[in-house]
């Protein structure tokens, strides 16, 4: 069974820091590509990163490049989100999904329960 757990969300102050993990079980990690997928209140689903099966390539979207790190321990199968700079727009439901690039050009198969980041003063 593919499971993916998100931890690590909690409260920031803008321009603080938080890091959050995806811990990956029932299926070989080391063979996938992995994402992070965030979804603000009143918004829609927005991919902000991706991860190479092997970790020596990533994609960021514009909002939030420069800012964000993605990262992934192969070895103990766990995926990572360095958040750096928050601002007020980043508070979101972010979620780990594994991304599968053979379904037509790529598609979001397996999904973690997300974990809440709020950005306070």
């Known amino acids: 069974e593919v499971q993916l757990v998100e931890s690590g969300g909690g409260m920031v102050q803008p321009g603080g820091s938080l890091r959050l993990s995806c811990a990956a079980s029932?299926?070989?990690?080391?063979?996938?590509?992995m994402t992070w997928v965030r979804q603000a209140p009143g918004k829609g689903l927005e991919g902000i990163s991706l991860?190479?099966?092997?970790?020596?390539?990533?994609y960021f979207s514009d909002s939030v490049n420069r800012r964000f790190t993605i990262t992934r321990d192969n070895a103990k199968t766990t995926l990572y989100l360095h958040m750096n700079n928050l601002r007020p727009e980043d508070p979101a439901r972010y979620y780990c999904?594994?991304?599968?690039?053979?379904?037509?050009?790529?598609?979001?198969?397996?999904w973690g329960q997300g974990t809440q980041v709020t950005v306070s003063s």
């Open positions: 991860i190479n099966n092997g970790g020596d390539s990533t």
């Open positions: 999904a594994r991304f599968d690039w053979d379904t037509g050009y790529g598609a979001y198969d397996y």
């Open positions: 029932g299926f070989t990690f080391s063979s996938n590509d």
